[in-house]
């Protein structure tokens, strides 16, 4: 009997219409947990090089976590991998909601799909019973109305819906996967979706899933919910809202967005506007919002409510959650009001919400120094506000210069020439990023910027403080109950970090300190991707619910395998480490790992490359971030150690 | 007068946040072993949820009906337009809520038995389900009422003959 997973896999080739249930290896479980971790196996099983993200050859994998369906709070994440188009490497996305604990009901743990439809089809898992519909009444649907009108067509309201939009159709290579209240949106994984020919998946399970030690298990649910409610009452003190509380993070909930209005740049990643946050400006703001918002909205067993429902005026109801908030607001230099209204449409479209308005602030960028022309942009209003929508539908059609810009920044600016590409300047291995700009080098953020395989700097930070606290007596009484940390080294890297002087960045925390501030935090981060967990109740959280000493108890008790803090953390090291491999296969190399050129003022070259070789040498991998063959055979990858010597990458000396 | 102690969950259906917390944890109470397993679909407390109509309605499964209502009505709550089966406890034909997905078994909420407080209630912490116990006179002459009614409406079914006969076959056996 497997506990916690199912120990089924649904493989569809779409080409051949061919569905098969496949059972899945216990040892897998053993290496590699689940989600995340049996995904990087997969695709390096399957997913040669040479095959590319819209080659049939590529797989699409929807997996559930390994601890979906159970009672673990907050344990509801799909994480979706496949080969991105705009970056070319492995990527994987999450989304939160329902769809994840549906499917294990259903009796599957991932849904792996392979070829392509010939033409636009949907899937309906109904349990054990699945079956390739025919979509081409869908085709062009908004991904709420592609989900509304699955329900009522399969008269299933209980279904959960994962579903592409125009955009996805269009393979625009920020396209997302919509589910309602949540999404996958990074790295162009919707694009794969609809060039498979894909528009939605829909899954309905009401079989149970089993943990191996009962009691022990619900102890632990009960000990999280415990401390979910005292951190409710007690908030952290001294950190930005959205880091004071749990949830992913309560973008929707706070009014304050002083700290996001005025540290991070407005238009193409641009523009600080320091003191924009008024008085009036918050009112304006809470009207909007209070107003828009009907109801706080959870994903699936979690009580946070990061989520909310948004009515705008003649507009259908939409959901919401997380920094999609601002960024269209900010890229166009407009007001929450038309934010949250384009929001609407982008939602139905499926795009990226930090992709595609700084796609939108380029394309404006490059007409206003004369790289693109009026020609380019025929036909476009003249105010910021309309012109968002007017190249949001271009762009989702790929119309016109649309048809240019779906492709995100990095390739557009290639394709555009005439100096283009100095435009795209906020990318990380070719993937829009936060806008953030700032002034001294951050060593830790250094690290994750360059090394993080997400690609998205939420997906890597969150254990550590993002800055000192003023005074030592703060620090004192932060430490006091911060019993996360996986060893007491790092309550003392923070009792002693000054916001100046001698223990101040960018020379402390020392080099070696920030090793292993980054590992421990891209650690949790891993952690949760396997298991399915929510972000916003763990890895990205100040003193998280969930953490090293809680982890390896819920695997034991849930799952049935021996776990310990030190095996837990050997397999994550395991599958993260096959993560960098499939990239490294890919061509990734030093050269790729490095933050925005512009996203500090002040860097210093030397400081940079002695973080970046001493972090590569902790990870176990080589001067060109590739992991070493004695690495990879202590971590039983000896299966890639081989590949890599075959192919050159390593040489066997 | 006599007390009885009247077991009430309030639900704020304003306060729901659609997370089905409840449903998982009353599915893994009930199983068997206690806690081995989760499965919504054998919750006896069921969000009736329509995210895009953002109508969410935490419903407790009441008694077992073995026909449905010959017709439904139609509630509209600020703007939005509910079926009344939204609201309703029953086990009922008409719809898979409250039936064990397997056997088709009727479910029924037990208020947890056995626990200090109900289980639904306890992992809502937004506070949608308030868990409320008070004391209640029993009026005799209400009880009374209430038998005469039941029993009419068996006379009516099987006839006086047969209901005074099954009675005495009762008391004799005890
Ligand atoms: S914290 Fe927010 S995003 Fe995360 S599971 Fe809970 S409701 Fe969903
Ligand atoms: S646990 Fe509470 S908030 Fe969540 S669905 Fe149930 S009633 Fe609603
Ligand atoms: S009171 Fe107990 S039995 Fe009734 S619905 Fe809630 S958890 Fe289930």
């Known amino acids: 009997m497997r506990y916690a997973e199912t120990g089924f896999n649904l493989e569809i080739d779409l080409t051949r219409g061919n569905i098969e249930r496949v059972a899945t290896d216990p040892k897998d479980t053993e290496l590699y947990l689940g989600g995340l971790g049996t995904n990087a196996k997969i695709m390096w099983d399957r997913v040669p090089p040479e095959v590319d993200a819209f080659s ?14 159970t009672p673990a709070i907050g344990c509801n994440r799909t994480i979706v991998t496949t080969i991105s188009p705009q970056t070319k490497l492995m990527h994987f996305s999450m989304m939160g909601g329902f769809w994840a604990p549906e499917l294990k009901h259903a009796g ?19 349990n054990d019973k699945v079956e390739i519909r025919d979509a081409s009444h869908l085709k062009g649907k908004g991904s709420n109305e592609t989900a509304q009108l699955i329900m009522k067509e399969l008269n299933e309201p209980k279904a959960q819906v994962a579903a592409i939009g125009l955009a996805g159709e269009n393979r625009v290579f920020f396209a997302s996967i919509e589910q309602g209240r949540s999404s996958a949106s990074r790295g162009g994984i919707g694009a ?27 102890e632990q649910c009960n000990e999280v919910m415990e401390y979910i409610k005292f951190r409710e009452d007690h908030p952290i003190p001294g950190v930005i809202p959205i880091l004071s509380v749990l949830g992913s993070p309560q ?9 996001h209005t005025e540290n991070f740049s407005w238009g193409n990643s641009r523009t600080r506007r320091r003191d924009y946050w008024t008085d009036e400006i918050a009112a304006e703001w809470m009207e909007t919002l209070d107003s828009a918002r ?34 269209y607001t900010m890229a166009a230099m407009s007001n929450l009001d038309f934010g949250l209204t384009i929001a609407q449409k982008a939602t139905e479209y499926g795009v990226d919400g930090y992709s595609a308005p700084q796609v939108m602030a380029f394309a404006l960028e490059l007409l206003e120094n004369g790289i693109l022309t009026e020609a380019d942009f025929e036909g476009m209003p003249e105010k910021s506000e309309d012109r968002f929508f007017w190249m949001l539908d271009r762009i989702v ?20 020439g005439h100096g283009a590409e100095e435009y795209a300047h906020n990318n990380i291995k070719k993937h829009e990023q936060l806008p953030l700009k700032l002034g001294m080098l951050n060593p830790i953020y250094f690290l994750m910027y360059c090394t993080g395989e997400k690609i998205n700097i939420t997906q890597i930070e969150g254990q550590f403080p993002q800055a000192p606290f003023p005074k030592r007596e703060h620090r004192e009484k932060f430490v006091k109950d911060w019993f996360q940390v996986p060893d007491d080294k790092f309550k003392q890297y923070f009792l ?25 935090m891209e650690k949790m981060h891993y952690i949760d991707d396997a298991l399915g967990m929510c972000a916003g109740l763990s890895s990205f959280h100040l003193k998280a619910p969930y953490h090293i000493h809680n982890y390896p108890k819920f695997i034991s008790f849930g799952v049935g395998i021996e776990m310990d803090e030190e095996k837990l953390t050997q397999a994550v090291k395991r599958y993260r480490t096959l993560v960098r491999a499939n990239n490294i296969r890919r061509g990734m190399r030093r050269k790729d790992e490095k933050p925005p ?4 003022k002040k860097r210093i070259p030397e400081l940079e490359k002695e973080l970046l070789d001493t972090y590569y040498a902790f990870k176990g991998w080589n001067n060109e971030g590739i992991p070493t063959l004695e690495s990879l055979k202590e971590l039983g990858l000896g299966y890639v150690a081989e590949d890599f010597i075959n192919r050159g990458i390593l040489t066997d000396a | 007068m006599p007390k009885k102690t009247i077991k009430t969950i309030r639900v704020d259906v304003d306060k729901c946040n659609g997370c089905r917390s409840c449903e998982v944890i009353c599915s893994a109470f009930h199983a068997e072993p206690k806690y081995s397993s989760s499965n919504p679909a054998r919750s006896r407390i069921r969000v009736i949820r329509e995210p895009y109509s953002d109508m969410y309605v935490p419903v407790y499964a009441g008694e077992y009906t073995p026909a449905e209502c010959a017709g439904r009505d139609k509630y509209t709550i600020d703007g939005k337009e509910y079926e009344e089966c939204a609201f309703c406890r029953a086990s009922c034909p008409s719809r898979p809520e409250f039936k064990e997905p397997d056997s088709g078994l009727p479910l029924k909420c037990d208020m947890c038995e056995g626990e200090d407080e109900p289980l639904c209630v306890k992992w809502c912490i937004t506070d949608a389900l308030i868990y409320e116990e008070r004391e209640e006179e029993v009026d005799e002459e209400v009880e009374q009422e209430e038998m005469e009614i039941g029993l009419e409406a068996l006379t009516s079914k099987y006839g006086l003959q047969q209901i005074k006969a099954v009675l005495s076959r009762m008391s004799e056996k005890e």
């Open chain 1, 251 to 259: 973008e929707m909930m706070i009014h304050d967005e002083k700290w």
């Open chain 1, 496 to 520: 002693d970090w000054e916001p100046r002087g001698e223990n101040s960045m960018p020379y402390y925390p020392t080099v070696e300190m920030t090793c292993e501030i980054v590992d421990w």
């Open chain 1, 192 to 218: 794969v979706m609809g060039d498979k020919g894909v528009k939605a998946i829909v899954v309905r399970g009401t079989s149970d899933i089993h943990v191996a030690q009962p009691a022990e298990f619900l």
């Open chain 1, 597 to 600: 050129e512009d996203h500090w």
């Open chain 1, 108 to 126: 599957f743990d991932k849904v792996i799909l392979r070829g392509k439809s010939p033409d636009l089809v949907y899937i309906w898992i109904n």
């Open chain 1, 397 to 416: 059609r790929r119309e016109g210069i649309g048809d240019v810009l779906a492709n995100g920044t990095h390739w557009a600016a290639k394709e555009i």
């Open chain 1, 294 to 327: 009907t109801r706080m909205v959870s994903c699936y067993n979690c009580p946070l409510k990061c989520g909310a429902t948004l009515n705008m005026p003649g507009l259908p109801t939409y959901m919401m959650k997380c920094f999609t908030k601002l960024t």
């Open chain 1, 56 to 69: 049939p050859e590529n797989l699409l994998i929807f997996s559930a976590g390994l601890l979906c369906g």
